[in-house]
């Protein structure tokens, strides 16, 4: 009887997991077990402007990700977030997160922390990051890929109402979300690492809490999605502004696993849709400015940062991101605006006046552009 061939994964250029990812969560440097290199896993500032920051740009990785490596292109030593972006966004912080989000893993103890435990740390680790830099007003775009757009979107449930004001101010600051491959209605992907794991053997070093919430009827992930749309349709009558909301899908398969996250999945009924030519794992790696995701990523961001500048630059001092209306005009941080305000999207012209001063602008759904 013919004995069965050994089983060999994918090659590493077109899967998401690997045989070498399953036997660590660290960069391959940390293979070596005296390499005593801590994890990459916080809060760490690739960017400062060299005067006052109009926004703080969070970048989130996903599942098996990492802050550095998951925005690094084949080949390249640094991540675009570091190399291209700034010149992009030359007055925005830039700011990478990382954390444990390996599901599989046969050197050591699998973290068994669950969506909701990692979206809490990231609330509190954000805030006293922004606290320290004393810009804890300042506002608040995060970009995620994969699994960390759910943990973002359960980090600002946490915010939503808590009672610690420092925690409530992450959601009081976010303007916008842009969405890169996020599972937001589950996805294949649970289902890949698990069958990977269980031919390997390794399936006793899963953590099922982190792999179950990516199942297209995992009961936790229902929860998130039916919570985060209450809560942003709660914006206007809380009165604060709507956040700005694109999602970015893949375009190409994986090889050895296909689609990972199917554009219906990846996408929000009612938001910017933005396909980009690549897998689940290129989407967010680019070498060169140039690149038309790259470009469609920068793109979305300077549309919203165009709009925050505008803000950031009116006479009188922003005291809150909280609008209420006055007699005859809204309120923006403490300065009333007088506007023809319509609903929809349509763009109208409008008078605008910022501390006493008459500006001639525009009014719409995404605010002054």
């Known amino acids: 009887?013919?004995?069965?061939?050994?089983?060999?994964?994918?090659?590493?250029?077109?899967?998401?997991?690997?045989?070498?990812?399953?036997?660590?969560?660290?960069?391959?440097?940390?293979?070596?077990?005296?390499?005593?290199?801590?994890?990459?896993?916080?809060?760490?500032?690739?960017?400062?402007?060299?005067?006052?920051?109009?926004?703080?740009?969070?970048?989130v990785h996903g599942l098996k990700g990492d802050r550095d490596g998951t925005w690094t292109a084949p080949g390249s030593e640094t991540s675009w977030l570091e190399t291209l972006l700034p010149s992009q966004l030359t007055d925005c912080r830039i700011i990478t997160y990382g954390y444990d989000s390996n599901p599989v893993n046969v050197r050591g103890v699998v973290s068994s922390n669950t969506i909701g435990n990692h979206a809490k740390t990231f609330l509190s680790l954000l805030s006293s990051y922004r606290?320290?830099?004393?810009?804890?007003?300042?506002?608040?775009?995060?970009?995620?890929?994969?699994?960390?757009?759910?943990?973002?979107?359960?980090?600002?449930?946490?915010?939503?109402?808590?009672?610690?004001?420092?925690?409530?101010?992450v959601l009081e600051c976010t303007q916008g979300i842009l969405f890169l491959g996020t599972p937001l209605s589950g996805s294949g992907l649970a289902t890949s690492a698990e069958r990977l794991a269980k031919l390997i053997g390794l399936i006793k070093n899963t953590n099922p809490?982190?792999?179950?919430?990516?199942?297209?009827d995992s009961e936790v992930l229902s929860r998130i999605q039916d919570a985060f749309h209450a809560m942003l349709r709660s914006r206007n009558s809380d009165g604060y502004a709507p956040i700005n909301i694109s999602c970015c899908y893949e375009q190409l398969p994986m090889s050895g696993i296909g689609e990972v996250v199917p554009k219906a999945s990846a996408t929000l009924h009612?938001?910017?849709?933005?396909?980009?030519?690549?897998?689940?794992?290129?989407?967010?790696?680019?070498?060169?400015?140039?690149d038309p995701g790259f470009l469609s990523i920068t793109g979305e961001l300077r549309r919203w940062v165009d709009a925050l500048r505008l803000l950031d630059e009116r006479p009188k001092e922003r005291t809150s991101w909280k609008t209420s209306t006055e007699p005859g005009g809204i309120t923006i941080g403490g300065n009333v605006v007088q506007s023809h305000v319509v609903n929809g999207s349509q763009m109208v012209n409008g008078d605008i006046y910022f501390g006493g001063e008459h500006w001639e602008s525009h009014t719409g759904r995404d605010g002054v552009s």
């Open 270 to 290: 009612g938001y910017t849709a933005i396909g980009i030519w690549a897998n689940h794992r290129e989407m967010v790696r680019f070498s060169n400015s140039d």
């Open 209 to 216: 809490k982190i792999l179950g919430v990516l199942r297209k």
């Open 1 to 59: 009887m013919q004995s069965r061939p050994a089983f060999s994964p994918p090659s590493p250029s077109g899967t998401l997991f690997t045989k070498d990812d399953l036997f660590t969560s660290m960069p391959p440097n940390h293979l070596n077990e005296g390499n005593v290199t801590p994890p990459k896993y916080g809060m760490k500032t690739l960017y400062e402007p060299p005067e006052k920051a109009v926004v703080d740009l969070v970048f």
């Open 131 to 169: 606290a320290q830099s004393q810009s804890i007003d300042r506002p608040i775009i995060l970009v995620a890929h994969s699994m960390g757009g759910l943990m973002c979107e359960d980090a600002l449930l946490s915010s939503q109402n808590n009672p610690e004001h420092h925690l409530r101010a």
